[in-house]
Each structure stands twice: as C-alpha cells, then as structure tokens.
C-alpha cells in the first residue's frame, strides 16, 4: 500500500502566493515600467499584503529580477540541455519553435525584457554578467562544435544565436505593426506552424541545414 504524502500547507501557500505576485508584477513592470510599477501596486493587483512581497522577495529589485529570470528561463527553454552530440538541425528547430510559441502567447514578457535592454539594462548590469553571459557562452560552444565537425556551416555563433531572437522575438516586441499590415485582428492558431517554418526555413538554410522532416508534416 502507498502512502500518499500530503503537501505542506505552508509550501503550498508559498508557492500561491509567489506566483500570484510575480503574475502582477509582470504584468505591471510591462505595462508601466520599473519606476512607474511601485510595490503598493503590485500587491494590490496579487490581492497580496505588501508586507507579503517584501517577506518572499526582499526589495523591488529583488522582484524585479524575479519577475525577468522567470521570463528569461522560459525563453531558454530548449536550449538548456544541448550538447555537441545532439543533431543541430532538430535543437534549432525546436528553439525557435518554442519561441514562436511564447512571443504569442506572452508577448508582455518579450516586451518588459526588450524595454529593459533598451534603457541599457540599469538594474540588471549584475545579473546580465553572471547569468547571460555565461548561459550564452555555452551554447556558442556548442555551435562552434558543430561548425569544427562540419555540421553546420561556418558562421558566427553568436550572430547565430542573436538572429533567431532577432526573428522569433520580433513577433512579440512588435505585433501591433506584424497584424497591422497583415491586416490581422490577432494571431490564430495557424500562425505558430506558419511563422516557425518560415524563420526555420531561412535559418536553417543559412547554416546548411535542413527543417527536419517530422517538422513539415
């Protein structure tokens, strides 16, 4: 017989309560900015004390980079784990199709974290340095590894990296202008397959490669 373990009550709240805040926060830091969100804000739109944000979060800023590190590890998603040995053409594919994915279903995270880049990263100088940097050193690694085995062509890879956010991030950043002269309302559901290929396709010739089969079906 298995014995079931009952989650802790007081994890369980914690783990409520921080979701709901870094929610608004992001919500509010997109929509307004770093100085014009303040903390009475954000609590009130978590429907959270404001003792609650300080308490789990210490400090605006302490939030603030929160709120980009969930945004920025949503973003890697696909990337995380790649190695030499993994097939280029199938990692490239997937990482820009999840990030297809997530510049259309959460443009506001794409918008907060480009606004942040865009005023010279003021309060994220710190984190860029011992969290990006490195992150991104990894993977071009792993791009020069498949370029010294002749897997891709030779190019470099960090302009790799930087043109399929250029591309996939663009639908995010600027979607008013991409519906606008689609003469589109909002994205539907055929958009994700249709913007993936196409980025894929360009991408993925540019380096010698192929959009993987089990792609175009």
């Given at each position: 017989?298995?014995?079931?373990?009952?989650?802790?009550?007081?994890?369980?709240?914690?783990?409520?309560?921080?979701?709901?805040?870094?929610?608004?926060?992001?919500?509010?830091?997109?929509?307004?900015?770093?100085?014009?969100?303040?903390?009475?804000?954000?609590?009130?739109?978590?429907?959270?004390?404001?003792?609650?944000?300080?308490?789990?979060?210490?400090?605006?800023?302490?939030?603030?980079?929160?709120?980009?590190?969930?945004?920025?590890?949503?973003?890697?998603?696909?990337?995380?784990?790649?190695?030499?040995?993994?097939?280029?053409?199938?990692?490239?594919?997937?990482?820009?199709?999840?990030?297809?994915?997530?510049?259309?279903?959460?443009?506001?995270?794409?918008?907060?974290?480009?606004?942040?880049?865009?005023?010279?990263?003021?309060?994220?100088?710190?984190?860029?340095?011992?969290?990006?940097?490195?992150?991104?050193?990894?993977?071009?690694?792993?791009?020069?590894?498949?370029?010294?085995?002749?897997?891709?062509?030779?190019?470099?890879?960090?302009?790799?990296?930087?043109?399929?956010?250029?591309?996939?991030?663009?639908?995010?950043?600027?979607?008013?202008?991409?519906?606008?002269?689609?003469?589109?309302?909002?994205?539907?559901?055929?958009?994700?397959?249709?913007?993936?290929q196409s980025i894929a396709h360009i991408i993925l010739k540019g380096i010698g490669l192929k959009v993987p089969e089990q792609s175009k079906a």
């Amino acid at each position: 017989m298995t014995t079931q373990i009952k989650p802790n009550k007081k994890e369980v709240t914690r783990e409520r309560n921080q979701k709901l805040i870094l929610n608004a926060a992001e919500q509010l830091f997109s929509q307004l900015g770093y100085e014009g969100a303040s903390m009475s804000m954000i609590a009130t739109a978590a429907q959270v004390p404001k003792a609650n944000i300080l308490y789990y979060f210490k400090s605006k800023d302490g939030l603030y980079e929160a709120v980009i590190d969930r945004i920025i590890a949503h973003w890697n998603l696909g990337l995380d784990n790649v190695t030499a040995n993994d097939d280029p053409a199938t990692v490239l594919y997937n990482y820009i199709k999840s990030k297809v994915i997530l510049a259309i279903n959460e443009p506001l995270q794409s918008r907060l974290f480009a606004s942040e880049i865009l005023r010279g990263a003021p309060y994220l100088q710190n984190y860029f340095r011992t969290n990006t940097r490195p992150w991104v050193k990894q993977k071009v690694d792993v791009f020069q590894a498949w370029m010294d085995a002749k897997k891709i062509d030779a190019i470099g890879p960090y302009h790799l990296l930087f043109t399929i956010w250029a591309t996939t991030q663009y639908y995010a950043d600027f979607q008013s202008e991409v519906l606008l002269v689609m003469n589109k309302l909002e994205y539907d559901e055929t958009d994700v397959a249709h913007i993936t290929q196409s980025i894929a396709h360009i991408i993925l010739k540019g380096i010698g490669l192929k959009v993987p089969e089990q792609s175009k079906a």
